[in-house]
């Protein structure tokens, strides 16, 4: 029977399932979109892998994203990592001379930036999602366009209109008032992806040597706009992973099967966990001042974890079998 | 007796020995407000201006907290502490800030400190706010002597290399010479950024002790010495006018140029003036030295995923190098 790893990337917009075999390789990816429910999104995600490959053998399996913690711990992760170093594996597995990872996710945007196959330097935006995914998701839908037909719209234009990029609030302010001026839509989402690129370069890549090769990343890379206004501000090729919408998920895959390889077991707890009831209950622990909001994840009737407390009361008090509220 | 109420937030973490000792001489309850929590949080943010930054909107809070607990709030009003030097306007303004942003207010003691031109003023601050609560000059002196006193042990534990969050602990107990340097940490890591962002830790979500569970040692600049800080924010082509941009400048560039760090994180919240000018200082000064630099933002949030995932990321980055400069597969 052939080895599987899997790879879970729990973001704040996809949750992303890939398996990948002994060689790397991706067997199967799924791309699903999170919508506030990543419980329920894994367990249909686990119950597609079982449906569409069997009951193969996972070997190991690693979880990343913001939503990593309760993924691991719901999954029984072997590896729980942080984005950009997953990000930074797959990539250098795609093209181990890379120099440079341009990433757009959801809600974050990060930059990279590799020499000689190790992270020497990195940023992730600051306080504001401008120029993410999930604000271009927003314009697209206000003007009445498919996201996956936004980046075809912006190459149809010569014509850019300039819209302010640095705040998502002033962006749409200004992208209003140029539609009532009677821009072209084409020109407008264009001028979109315009200033998106160069809030991000700005922002994110400010102060960085942006060196080739260059990859970009991400569900943003979907939009060839954006394709197209990195390599007309960058002045060279930007490099699209056939697989940059689960790239975060291909690294953590990488990485469980680099750790099952050195613990020689795993702790995943199977596929069929698909099959058990999950409850999440929260409630606001009023002992004291600091109000925690304390989250319990039960597992059938156990109770899985706890966490958010800041005295550590809740958390270690898990096997005391009284539950929360 | 009377009773003192003293914020915890802005210039505690610089200054707390130092008044603690001296009210307490003088036979005077100091009452402090407890760590910022959510309560304290919420309540600065009503009672404060919009456009302040945190740690101001938190000590707002603070206030709020003690004002019915306490007969006067010291508040100082720190013009300058250092010669043709200043602090950030919110500070200079904070009495004033507080007093016409809270109604119901006890009396404030809003004792002007302002040492830009001469030292001389300095004595006769201290000897007002002794007379305010009725006591006589000898007395005022003798207390501001032990004050001054606890306030060098504080001075001397972080020089030692104790982070200011364990040294305000411990400074006024027995202690023998402890010598923190000797333990053994795989990395080293500047956390730097005003003292009120980088020791209040609800606002920072516990940067400092979240980087020492992960057997970093933490070096912040309240822990340089003076005359270290003066020696390198000197090399700037223009003198640093603020107090603490100073001291962040200084001790950034000494712990850069010394190479005694893995890597810098700065702490800055959101809309700090000041900063706007510091990050990139410090920022460019580490690049060029190829010390790993990171920005943390903050403001009210609560959820920690954003920080984590940054510092995890961080501390992941400066492993990877020094695996690789030791010849071990970088991958694992």
Same mark, same amino acid.
């Given at each position: 029977?052939? *080895?599987?790893?899997?790879?879970? #990337?729990?973001?704040?917009?996809?949750?992303?399932?890939?398996?990948?075999?002994?060689?790397?390789?991706?067997?199967?990816?799924?791309?699903?979109?999170?919508?506030?429910?990543?419980?329920?999104?894994?367990?249909?995600?686990?119950?597609?892998?079982?449906?569409?490959?069997?009951?193969?053998?996972?070997?190991?399996?690693?979880?990343?994203?913001?939503?990593?913690?309760?993924?691991?711990?719901?999954?029984?992760?072997?590896?729980?990592?942080?984005?950009?170093?997953?990000?930074?594996?797959?990539?250098?597995?795609?093209?181990?001379?890379?120099?440079?990872?341009?990433?757009?996710?959801?809600?974050?945007?990060?930059?990279?930036?590799?020499?000689?196959?190790?992270?020497?330097?990195?940023?992730?935006?600051?306080?504001?999602?401008?120029?993410?995914?999930?604000?271009? #998701?927003?314009?697209?839908?206000?003007?009445?366009?498919?996201?996956?037909?936004?980046?075809?719209?912006?190459?149809?234009?010569? *014509?850019?209109?300039?819209?302010?990029?640095?705040?998502?609030?002033? %962006?749409?302010?200004?992208?209003?008032?140029?539609?009532?001026?009677?821009? *072209?839509?084409?020109?407008?989402?264009?001028?979109?992806?315009?200033?998106?690129?160069?809030?991000?370069?700005?922002?994110?890549?400010?102060?960085?040597?942006?060196?080739?090769?260059?990859?970009?990343?991400?569900?943003?890379?979907?939009?060839?706009?954006?394709?197209?206004?990195?390599?007309?501000?960058?002045?060279?090729?930007?490099?699209?992973?056939?697989?940059?919408?689960?790239?975060?998920?291909?690294?953590?895959?990488?990485?469980?099967? %680099?750790?099952?390889?050195?613990?020689?077991?795993?702790?995943?707890?199977?596929?069929?966990?698909? *099959?058990?009831?999950?409850?999440?209950?929260?409630?606001?622990?009023?002992?004291?001042?600091?109000?925690?909001?304390?989250?319990?994840?039960?597992?059938?009737?156990?109770?899985?974890?706890?966490?958010?407390?800041?005295?550590?009361?809740?958390?270690?008090?898990?096997?005391?079998?009284?539950?929360?509220? | 007796?009377?009773?003192?109420?003293?914020?915890?937030?802005?210039?505690? !973490?610089?200054?707390?020995?130092?008044?603690?000792?001296?009210?307490?001489?003088?036979?005077?309850?100091?009452?402090?407000?407890?760590?910022?929590? &959510?309560?304290?949080?919420?309540?600065?943010?009503?009672?404060?201006?919009?456009?302040?930054?945190?740690?101001? &909107?938190?000590?707002?809070?603070?206030?709020?907290?003690?004002?019915?607990?306490?007969?006067?709030?010291?508040?100082?009003?720190?013009?300058?502490?250092?010669?043709?030097?200043?602090?950030?306007?919110?500070?200079?303004?904070?009495?004033?800030?507080?007093?016409?942003?809270?109604?119901?207010?006890?009396?404030?003691?809003?004792?002007?400190?302002?040492?830009?031109?001469?030292?001389?003023?300095?004595?006769?601050?201290?000897?007002?706010?002794?007379?305010?609560?009725?006591?006589?000059?000898?007395?005022?002196?003798?207390?501001?002597?032990?004050?001054?006193?606890? !306030?060098?042990?504080?001075?001397?534990?972080?020089?030692?290399?104790?982070?200011?969050?364990?040294?305000?602990?411990?400074?006024?107990?027995?202690?023998?010479?402890?010598?923190?340097?000797?333990?053994?940490?795989?990395?080293?890591?500047?956390?730097?950024?005003?003292?009120?962002?980088?020791?209040?830790?609800?606002?920072?979500? $516990?940067?400092?002790?979240?980087?020492?569970?992960?057997?970093?040692?933490?070096?912040?600049?309240?822990?340089? $010495? &003076?005359?270290?800080?003066?020696?390198?924010?000197?090399?700037?082509?223009?003198?640093?006018?603020?107090?603490?941009?100073?001291?962040?400048?200084?001790?950034?560039?000494?712990?850069?140029?010394?190479?005694?760090?893995?890597?810098?994180?700065?702490?800055?919240?959101?809309?700090?003036?000041?900063?706007?000018?510091?990050?990139?200082?410090?920022?460019?000064?580490?690049?060029?030295?190829?010390?790993?630099?990171?920005?943390?933002?903050?403001?009210?949030?609560?959820?920690?995923?954003?920080? $984590?995932?940054?510092?995890?990321?961080?501390?992941?980055?400066?492993?990877?190098?020094?695996?690789?400069?030791?010849?071990?597969?970088?991958?694992?």
């Amino acid at each position: 029977m052939k *080895n599987f790893y899997m790879g879970i #990337d729990v973001g704040s917009v996809s949750t992303n399932i890939v398996i990948l075999d002994e060689e790397n390789n991706i067997v199967w990816k799924k791309y699903l979109r999170t919508q506030g429910k990543p419980i329920d999104i894994l367990k249909e995600g686990l119950k597609e892998v079982r449906k569409e490959l069997g009951d193969i053998d996972i070997k190991g399996v690693g979880t990343t994203g913001s939503g990593r913690q309760l993924a691991g711990l719901i999954l029984g992760a072997d590896v729980v990592k942080n984005e950009i170093t997953c990000h930074a594996v797959s990539a250098l597995d795609f093209m181990p001379d890379i120099k440079t990872i341009i990433e757009i996710g959801g809600q974050d945007s990060k930059i990279i930036i590799i020499r000689d196959g190790i992270v020497v330097d990195f940023a992730m935006n600051t306080v504001c999602a401008a120029g993410t995914g999930s604000f271009l #998701d927003r314009q697209a839908f206000r003007l009445g366009v498919g996201i996956e037909q936004f980046g075809k719209l912006a190459l149809k234009s010569d *014509n850019p209109v300039r819209i302010a990029g640095r705040c998502a609030v002033f %962006a749409e302010s200004d992208m209003i008032h140029k539609q009532q001026l009677g821009h *072209n839509q084409e020109d407008i989402i264009w001028g979109l992806c315009q200033a998106l690129v160069r809030n991000y370069l700005n922002n994110v890549g400010k102060g960085k040597e942006i060196l080739g090769p260059i990859a970009f990343q991400g569900g943003v890379a979907a939009n060839e706009g954006i394709k197209r206004a990195f390599e007309d501000t960058l002045k060279q090729e930007v490099f699209i992973p056939k697989d940059f919408d689960v790239m975060g998920a291909v690294g953590v895959g990488l990485l469980a099967k %680099a750790e099952v390889k050195r613990k020689k077991t795993t702790s995943f707890k199977g596929l069929n966990i698909s *099959n058990i009831d999950y409850k999440v209950r929260g409630m606001e622990c009023n002992d004291c001042a600091n109000l925690c909001e304390v989250i319990e994840i039960q597992e059938g009737n156990n109770i899985l974890a706890r966490y958010g407390d800041k005295c550590g009361k809740w958390t270690n008090s898990i096997k005391d079998s009284s539950k929360l509220a | 007796m009377c009773k003192i109420g003293i914020p915890r937030g802005m210039f505690f !973490y610089d200054y707390f020995p130092l008044w603690k000792e001296f009210f307490q001489e003088l036979g005077i309850e100091i009452i402090v407000s407890s760590k910022t929590n &959510k309560e304290i949080l919420n309540l600065g943010i009503s009672s404060c201006v919009d456009e302040a930054c945190l740690p101001v &909107k938190i000590f707002h809070g603070h206030v709020e907290y003690l004002k019915d607990k306490v007969d006067y709030i010291f508040i100082p009003r720190i013009m300058s502490i250092d010669r043709m030097e200043y602090c950030c306007p919110k500070v200079l303004g904070l009495p004033d800030m507080i007093r016409y942003s809270i109604g119901k207010l006890p009396p404030i003691i809003d004792t002007q400190i302002n040492l830009r031109k001469s030292n001389n003023k300095y004595k006769k601050s201290i000897y007002d706010t002794g007379k305010l609560l009725g006591k006589d000059f000898w007395e005022i002196k003798k207390a501001y002597k032990k004050a001054e006193k606890s !306030y060098e042990r504080y001075i001397y534990l972080l020089n030692k290399g104790v982070v200011p969050i364990e040294a305000i602990k411990i400074y006024d107990k027995v202690f023998k010479d402890i010598n923190y340097s000797s333990e053994h940490n795989e990395l080293t890591i500047m956390v730097v950024g005003h003292s009120y962002s980088i020791y209040d830790e609800y606002l920072n979500m $516990n940067l400092i002790s979240k980087l020492m569970s992960n057997n970093i040692k933490v070096i912040t600049p309240e822990m340089i $010495n &003076k005359e270290k800080i003066n020696r390198y924010s000197n090399k700037l082509p223009k003198r640093m006018f603020w107090t603490h941009g100073k001291r962040i400048v200084g001790s950034a560039f000494s712990l850069i140029e010394e190479q005694k760090i893995d890597g810098i994180i700065y702490l800055s919240s959101f809309g700090c003036g000041m900063d706007s000018v510091l990050v990139d200082l410090v920022e460019r000064k580490a690049i060029k030295a190829e010390i790993p630099f990171t920005l943390l933002t903050l403001d009210e949030q609560t959820g920690e995923a954003g920080v $984590n995932t940054r510092i995890e990321a961080f501390i992941d980055m400066m492993k990877w190098r020094n695996r690789d400069e030791n010849n071990i597969s970088a991958f694992r």
